[in-house]
Nanobody, 122 residues
């Protein structure tokens, strides 16, 4: 399984970015996919997840600002990030889990990870 993130960069407070994750797997049949973020010295945080049926879950800190979506025709997972603040600065990772009963924003739940893309908000 290969997951390759792109779309990170530097943006000013209030700006927007769209992250993409190109997957080597069939995202339609993949049970759970998600976006996580991590800053140095802190634990990896679950930002948003989506399951095979399109059910989503977001961290409280990003609700109403971030939107997770999948394009199963392109095997791509995206994260639209609006109204960014400096607190959103982090390395953002895409992750997937082939099977499961619940789609959780818990890093330990995921088997496959991308290499990350840096988002910096100033």
């Amino acid at each position: 399984v290969q997951l390759v993130e792109s779309g990170g960069g530097s943006v000013q407070t209030g700006g927007s970015l769209r992250l993409s994750c190109a997957a080597s797997i069939d995202t339609y049949s993949t049970y759970c996919m998600g976006w996580f973020r991590q800053v140095p010295g802190k634990e990896r945080e679950g930002v948003a997840v989506t399951d095979r049926d399109g059910v989503t879950d977001y961290a409280d800190s990003v609700k109403g600002r971030f939107t997770i979506s999948k394009d199963n025709t392109k095997n791509t997972l995206s994260l639209q990030m609006n109204s960014l603040t400096p607190e959103d600065t982090a390395m953002y990772y895409c992750a997937s889990r082939r099977n499961g009963l619940e789609c959780l924003r818990d890093p330990d739940y995921f088997a496959h990870w991308g290499q990350g893309t840096q988002v910096t908000v100033s």
